[in-house]
Structure formats: structure tokens, C-alpha cells
């Protein structure tokens, strides 16, 4: 007859046990009203999938096939990425905002630089294939960020000043992270002066991961060199991003804030407040020269004597 399981207990429930035909003419009186009530449950976990980077399609696809419970949603989506043909074009890797990278164009002798996932395994694999404890740690990551938008209020941003996204739904391993509302810092005079309301972090998580740290860099704008603890290439000097210093109780949400913390310590700014700088990317590969060199030069000094990385 086409009814839901949820439909079917709730029928049954509501008929006390007297049998089919109660229970049949409870889902025929009740057929508007649930199907009301539906509408609003899928609606709601809709806007969150595509809030985690999910594409429309896909969402629908989900509910269709496990209803609308977000996590079974959002796992059904993981489970099942390698089989569906793409149906809309990648997410966008950040949000929109007047500092998009469409308003920052690479200098005109410079070809701007794509950003690419730090290299694993082939991306047609599932998470949930390649490895299950980083790929459910990463799922409740981003369970929590989105009960965090789904209680309204300004959501994530609101409530910590940041959002965080995977770049791509085909990669849960990969996020890009938006921090923003600096004040009282010269940092937000110089994010003011440019006007653009965010700093950009992007985010590799290991196979490993939480038994490992993510490998985070600055993506956009360009710091000034000497400040935010932020070397040349964008790595980040902090021993909380290296093997010694992580602890693997550690949420995104409180990974960030640490983050936002030592940029703040470190006296961060721009690189320049002109408001028609043209600059490229931050990449992979020279925060990662920068990393190793944090690595080496820390477990030969520690992390108080070495002056080469006073704030940078």
C-alpha cells in the first residue's frame, strides 16, 4: 500500500492492538496531517545536509532511502557515494562572502594555485571502507556542528565565530574552515580596512585521525610574515597540530578555538589592507615544508627556546 514503517507503527500503536483494520483507517483519517508533519521533518534535515556540503540531489536521495534521520542520512550518503553518479558539480570550497576567492584573483603573472587534498587513496573509496574510526569520529564532528545550526540563533557562528564544511562531499577527509567577528585586534582593523570578514583554514584529516592531528594551514588571506604564529607557506606553530602535542579527545570546535587563540596571541595581520590585493592561495605543499620544519626545530629545542618562531 506504499506506507512508511514509522507510518505502520504509529498506526498500529494508535489502533491498541485491535487489529489491521483500525490501524488502516487511523493512517487513512491521520494521511494529511502526517504527510505535513513529514514535509517539515525532511525539510529540516534537507537544509542541514546541504549545510554540510551535501548537494540538494543527493539529500533527497538520502531521506528517500532511510528517512529523515539526519545521522542515518549523512551515513546512507557516505556508505553509498561510490556507487551514485554525480548529480550536481562539486561544493564550493568556501562560502560565499565579499572575500570569495572570485573577488581575489591571482596576480595577473601567476596562475593561482588549486589546492589538493593531501594524497591517500583513491576517492571513489568510502570513508567508511578506508577507515571506520576516523570516519565516524569525522561523522560526529559533523553531527555536532550541525545540531549547532539546526538549534537556530546564528548556529556555529554565532555561538563560536567560526563555520566548517568538508570541501567536496566526496572527501570527508578534507574541510575548509571560516573564522570570523575578530575584534579589538589589529588583525580586525586590518580585516576591516580590506574589508573581508573571514580567515580561511583548510583542514587535512589523516586515516589516522583523532589517534593523529589534522594537518591545518592558513588557505586565505596571506598573513604578514613575523605574525599569528603563521610561517611563509600558512603552517600554524603549535604543538597541539603535531603528533607530541595532540590529544585525540580533541573537538573541532575546541581545535579551532585553540587555533583562533594563538592567532590572536601571536599578533596576526595582513599581509596588505589594500582593498583591490590581488594574492594567491596558501598551498599544500609549502605549508607542508614549513610543518616539517616546525617538527624538526621543536624536537631539537622544545617549544619555549626556539626564538626562529616567535610568532611566526
Same mark, same amino acid.
Given at each position: 500500500? &506504499?506506507? @512508511? @514503517?514509522?507510518?505502520?507503527?504509529?498506526?498500529?500503536?494508535?489502533?491498541?492492538?485491535?487489529?489491521? &483494520?483500525?490501524?488502516?483507517?487511523? *493512517?487513512?483519517?491521520?494521511?494529511? @496531517?502526517?504527510?505535513?508533519?513529514?514535509?517539515?521533518?525532511?525539510?529540516?534535515?534537507?537544509?542541514?545536509?546541504?549545510?554540510?556540503?551535501?548537494?540538494?540531489?543527493?539529500?533527497?536521495?538520502?531521506?528517500?532511502?532511510?528517512?529523515?534521520?539526519?545521522?542515518?542520512?549523512?551515513?546512507?550518503?557516505?556508505?553509498?557515494?561510490?556507487?551514485?553518479?554525480?548529480?550536481?558539480?562539486?561544493?564550493?570550497?568556501?562560502?560565499?562572502?565579499?572575500?570569495?576567492?572570485?573577488?581575489?584573483?591571482?596576480?595577473?603573472?601567476?596562475?593561482?594555485?588549486?589546492?589538493?587534498?593531501?594524497?591517500?587513496?583513491?576517492?571513489?573509496?568510502?570513508?567508511?571502507?578506508?577507515?571506520?574510526?576516523?570516519?565516524?569520529?569525522?561523522?560526529?564532528?559533523?553531527?555536532?556542528?550541525?545540531?549547532?545550526?539546526?538549534?537556530?540563533? &546564528?548556529?556555529?557562528?554565532?555561538?563560536?565565530?567560526?563555520?566548517?564544511?568538508?570541501?567536496?562531499?566526496?572527501?570527508?577527509?578534507?574541510?575548509?574552515?571560516?573564522?570570523?567577528?575578530?575584534?579589538?585586534?589589529?588583525?580586525?582593523?586590518?580585516?576591516?580596512?580590506?574589508?573581508?570578514?573571514?580567515?580561511?583554514?583548510? *583542514?587535512?584529516?589523516?586515516?589516522?585521525?583523532? @589517534?593523529?592531528?589534522?594537518?591545518?594551514?592558513?588557505?586565505?588571506?596571506?598573513?604578514?610574515?613575523?605574525?599569528?604564529?603563521?610561517?611563509? &607557506?600558512?603552517?600554524?606553530?603549535?604543538?597541539l597540530l603535531t603528533p607530541s602535542g595532540w590529544s585525540p579527545v580533541t573537538s573541532i570546535?575546541?581545535?579551532?578555538?585553540?587555533?583562533?587563540?594563538?592567532?590572536h596571541a601571536g599578533d596576526a595581520r595582513l599581509r596588505?589592507?589594500?582593498?583591490?590585493?590581488?594574492?594567491?592561495?596558501?598551498?599544500?605543499?609549502?605549508?607542508?615544508?614549513?610543518?616539517?620544519?616546525?617538527?624538526?626545530?621543536?624536537?631539537?629545542?622544545?617549544?619555549?627556546?626556539?626564538?626562529?618562531?616567535?610568532?611566526?
Open positions: 500500500m &506504499g506506507f @512508511t @514503517t514509522r507510518r505502520v507503527s504509529a498506526a498500529m500503536a494508535s489502533a491498541g492492538g485491535h487489529g489491521f &483494520g483500525p490501524a488502516l483507517q487511523w *493512517l487513512l483519517d491521520n494521511e494529511e @496531517t502526517l504527510d505535513a508533519k513529514e514535509d517539515e521533518r525532511d525539510a529540516a534535515v534537507y537544509t542541514q545536509l546541504e549545510a554540510m556540503g551535501f548537494s540538494s540531489a543527493h539529500a533527497h536521495e538520502a531521506v528517500s532511502a532511510v528517512g529523515e534521520e539526519l545521522g542515518e542520512a549523512v551515513q546512507w550518503l557516505l556508505d553509498h557515494r561510490h556507487k551514485r553518479p554525480r548529480l550536481l558539480p562539486p561544493a564550493r570550497s568556501d562560502f560565499s562572502g565579499p572575500d570569495a576567492p572570485s573577488e581575489q584573483p591571482p596576480l595577473p603573472s601567476e596562475a593561482k594555485r588549486e589546492e589538493a587534498p593531501a594524497p591517500r587513496v583513491a576517492p571513489s573509496v568510502a570513508p567508511s571502507a578506508r577507515a571506520p574510526l576516523s570516519a565516524k569520529r569525522l561523522m560526529a564532528e559533523l553531527r555536532s556542528l550541525a545540531q549547532l545550526e539546526a538549534r537556530g540563533a &546564528g548556529g556555529c557562528r554565532k555561538a563560536h565565530q567560526f563555520e566548517a564544511a568538508p570541501v567536496h562531499e566526496e572527501d570527508l577527509y578534507t574541510w575548509d574552515v571560516h573564522l570570523y567577528d575578530f575584534e579589538g585586534d589589529g588583525l580586525a582593523r586590518d580585516m576591516e580596512a580590506r574589508k573581508i570578514e573571514r580567515i580561511t583554514l583548510r *583542514l587535512h584529516f589523516p586515516d589516522q585521525f583523532p @589517534t593523529l592531528p589534522p594537518f591545518v594551514h592558513v588557505l586565505r588571506p596571506r598573513l604578514r610574515e613575523g605574525t599569528g604564529y603563521v610561517l611563509p &607557506g600558512g603552517s600554524i606553530c603549535m604543538e570546535i575546541a581545535l579551532v578555538m585553540s587555533i583562533r587563540s594563538m592567532l596588505t589592507t589594500a582593498i583591490d590585493a590581488k594574492e594567491v592561495d596558501y598551498c599544500y605543499a609549502e605549508a607542508q615544508r614549513d610543518f616539517r620544519d616546525i617538527v624538526k626545530t621543536h624536537k631539537a629545542h622544545g617549544w619555549k627556546s626556539a626564538a626562529k618562531f616567535k610568532h611566526s
